[in-house]
Structure formats: C-alpha cells, structure tokens
C-alpha cells in the first residue's frame, strides 16, 4: 500500500487517522447510496443497519502482541487489516451474498481478501462474510490505497456474535469447556433460524408473486369487454364534439347501481 512518508511516530498515525477515517466515509456513502436504491427501486431493503468504527489503540496493540509483532505505525499499516471497520446487518442469508457482490463491482474498490465463515463457520460457531477491501482515498498530492474490514451478518449472526465477545471478554478469552460447548450450541441454533427465516421469505415472496399474478390476469379480463367496444370503432366527428351535457355518461356496474361515476385516466367519466 502506497503510504505518505511522515516525520515521527505521532504525526504518521494522526495522518494513519485521516486516511482510515476517510475511508469510512467513502464505504458508507456507497453503502447508503445502495440502501437508497433498492428501497427506491426494488421496493426491499436487505440491509437492516450499518456501523463502522475505528480501532482502538488497545485492541490493535492486542492483536499486534497476539501475532508476536512490534507495536509501530509500520507493522499496524501492514498487519492490521481491520483498522477501519464496517458492518452491514442484513434481514437474511440471500442478502449477505448479494450486498457482497454489489460491493466487489464498484470499480473503485479492490477486494484483497474474502473470507467467507457462513460456509465455513470457526469452530467456535462463529459465522459472518468477511472482505478485506482497498479504497481509494485522494488526498492533495497523492491517492492512498486504504484497507477497510466490511463484516456482512444476519441479525441473528450479530446478536449472537455480540453476545459470545462479551462473554469471552469477560474470560479474556479463556472460557471454561462447558461454556464454550453451549455457545457453539447457540451457533448451530442460530444457523437453523436462519435457514428458517430465509425458507418462509422465499414462500412468502412466492405466495405474494401468485396473488400478483392472478390480479394483474383480472384487471385486462374485466376491461376487456370496453376495450373491445372501442378499439375497432370509429367515432364521427360530430359525435366528439357534443356539448358536455349530452356526452354519454359510462358508468361501471358498481357506479349504476351507485349512481356514481368511475375515474378514467384521472378524469371522471
């Protein structure tokens, strides 16, 4: 990765700062612009919420000392690769792939790592979609290639997840057997409602698709009759241009017996 040459530690790290943040604030304006798509276009919204964080000095010096590494601004640039972080929360399973793959096609993004846990869960039963991608962030002089974590789960993978960092937190990573045995039993309970959920979404959406269907089938069987009337006629010009009192008044069979008129292309006829 291309990175500015600074002059001591404090100064590279605040400017470490600014391309990071930066980096956020470009994912998450792609992000929302893809939110806003497809409640506009495709009446759904996969993704429930995102947040996005930056790391905390501790927890990167954790993980530098966890792999055995001096803690510089160096080896963070280098080995720590979720510095910056988003996470996309998504209704279901479907959804994770699908936002996956509308981010690896933005054409000023690199996907340099993909990491995928749903298909392959840790083994403590961890599951959630992870890439490792690159953004471009273009400062004054120079565009820096800038890496940023995205994390894609359900809302079933983020409440168990959350809820296993804070036990294990509380055992600074060494819970007791039976503990970790009943977590990974959560995890499997998680995967079935998961697969649940997804399955009555796919027959909701199947069922709704054949209501569709069959209404869109009524509408041009119940005007067909009107349309045939008319289609093949011609109407003299002296009929068109009766005064407004004499045109003849179509009512619907609801309207006859209602005495009520019905809306045609926005104007009462």
């Given amino acids: 990765m291309d990175f500015p040459v600074f002059y001591n530690e404090a100064e590279e790290w605040k ?15 792609k992000l929302e612009i893809l939110n806003n798509e497809f409640k506009l276009v495709h009446k759904y919204n996969p993704i429930e919420h995102i947040t996005s964080r930056i790391k905390t000095p501790q927890s990167i010096a954790r993980k530098l000392r966890l ?31 699908r936002i996956a793959d509308l981010i690896a096609k933005q054409s000023d993004i690199k996907v340099l790592k993909v990491k995928d846990y749903i298909m392959c869960p840790k083994e403590n039963g961890y599951s959630s979609y992870h890439m490792i991608v690159a953004v471009p962030v273009f400062l004054t002089d120079r565009t820096v290639e800038t890496k940023v974590e995205i994390q ?13 960092h804070k036990i ?26 998961d697969q649940k ?4 979404n796919e027959e909701i959406k199947r069922y709704s698709n054949d209501i569709l269907q069959e209404y869109q089938a009524e509408i041009p069987d119940s005007n067909l009759s009107v349309v045939a009337e008319a289609i093949g006629t011609i109407i003299e010009e002296d009929e068109q241009t009766q005064k407004p009192e004499e045109a003849p ?14 809306m045609l292309f926005g104007l009462w006829a």
């Fill in 15 to 29: 400017n470490a700062l600014l391309l990071y943040d930066s980096a956020l604030k470009q994912i998450n304006t």
């Fill in 67 to 97: 792999n055995n590494r001096e803690l510089t601004i160096e080896n963070i640039i280098k080995y720590v690769n979720d510095v910056a972080g988003v996470r996309i929360i998504c209704s279901f399973t479907s959804d994770i792939y």
């Fill in 152 to 164: 894609i789960r359900t809302i079933a993978m983020d409440l168990w997840a959350s809820l296993e």
């Fill in 168 to 193: 294990y937190y509380k055992f600074e990573g060494k819970a007791p057997e039976h503990i970790r045995k009943e977590l990974k039993e959560c995890s499997e309970i998680v995967a079935y409602l």
């Fill in 197 to 200: 959920m997804l399955s009555l």
């Fill in 249 to 262: 008044v179509y009512n619907t069979e609801h309207a006859a017996k209602t005495g009520k008129k019905r």
